[in-house]
């Protein structure tokens, strides 16, 4: 059986440097401080990444076409996000290469947890290398955020504290523990929660420090809760062992322990209804770790100073 678990596989893909991690994340803490004119929410989040996620095989085209195995149902491929990092990329470098992209597909979909976004951040980061077009970290993360909000934070790699829309970033270094993380059979639209009536939009914004030494916590959680009762199944399942929370607008829960041996204690009595698995939460994205290794120009993919 194939890993999905980057700290195992990692070191054996470096001998096959087409293959590259694309890694789940966690929004650790989510505060809604305000709704603004324009009809966004202010927000205060803590991402980080996980040791657990989908795998993007790469192998370079002379023809400059870009082809995406497997198809996805029902999903144009000029919608994926995949084919759109590609193509963004060329078109921002005039590459004339090209690349056949196979995408190991593990993460759930609409989970919560950034499948989409970390494809398209290591299709960005992986061609950037492949290609050797040289662009930047920064401009890198400039054509992620034509692709979605949540795309800079996988190409800068880094676990990041988010405030206003997500516009502005301050890495962080929370403490790295496993989790339990389980989605439920359900799909949840963020419109409708962001949307809802009920959902707490003047929560106090705080300091990162202050933040991060209080109880996480996700104001969104009671309107999704409410809402879809799949979600409050998985939640009230896993807070009978351990502090557990909704991440982003869901639909993917997680709990939070200090050891793995824990975490897996409990995974293995889980529901079997839910999807799930066990990851430890990484401060660097191990897509970064690996091209760091792999990189002559290092200095392309040196971490930023942690604030």
């Not at 999905?4 to 096959?16: D, P, Q, R």
């Not at 040791?51 to 491929?77: A, N, S």
């Not at 502090?243 to 200090?258: D, H, K, Q, S, Y």
């Amino acid at each position: 059986m194939k890993t999905h678990h980057f700290s195992t596989a990692l070191s054996t893909s470096l001998g096959k440097p087409n293959r590259f991690p694309s890694p789940a994340k966690l929004n650790l803490f989510l505060y809604i401080n305000g709704k603004l004119p324009n009809g966004y929410h202010e927000l205060q989040t803590l991402f980080q990444f996980l040791d657990f996620g989908d795998w993007l095989t790469i192998d370079i085209r002379q023809d400059k076409q870009i082809h995406i195995t497997p198809e996805i149902p029902g999903l144009p491929l000029e919608q994926n996000l995949i084919y759109r990092a590609a193509t963004l990329l060329q078109g921002k470098t005039g590459c004339t290469l090209g690349a056949t992209i196979h995408l190991d597909k593990i993460l759930p979909m609409g989970g919560g947890i950034g499948g989409g976004s970390s494809n398209a951040a290591t299709t960005l980061l992986a061609l950037n290398y492949l290609w050797q077009t040289n662009l930047s970290i920064d401009e890198l993360a400039e054509i992620g955020l034509k692709l979605g909000a949540d795309v800079p934070i996988f190409v800068h790699g880094q676990a990041a504290f988010a405030e206003g829309v997500g516009e502005k970033i301050q890495y962080c270094e929370p403490q790295e523990k496993y989790y339990v993380v389980l989605k439920p059979e359900t799909a949840i639209s963020t419109a409708v929660v962001f949307s809802d009536p009920d959902l707490p939009r003047n929560t106090e914004k705080r300091s990162l420090a202050e933040l991060l030494n209080q109880p996480f916590a996700n104001d969104c959680e009671k309107v999704v809760r409410t809402q879809y009762p799949e979600v409050e199944k998985a939640l009230l399942w896993l807070l009978q062992y351990a502090p557990a929370r909704l991440t982003g607008t869901g639909a993917c829960v997680f709990a939070e322990f200090n050891d793995e041996k824990s975490a897996q204690a409990v995974f293995q009595q889980k529901p079997k209804e839910f999807f799930g698995f066990v990851a430890k939460g990484l401060n660097v994205s191990p897509l970064h770790v690996m091209l760091k290794q792999l990189s002559t120009n290092q200095s392309i993919y040196t971490q930023p100073e942690v604030i």
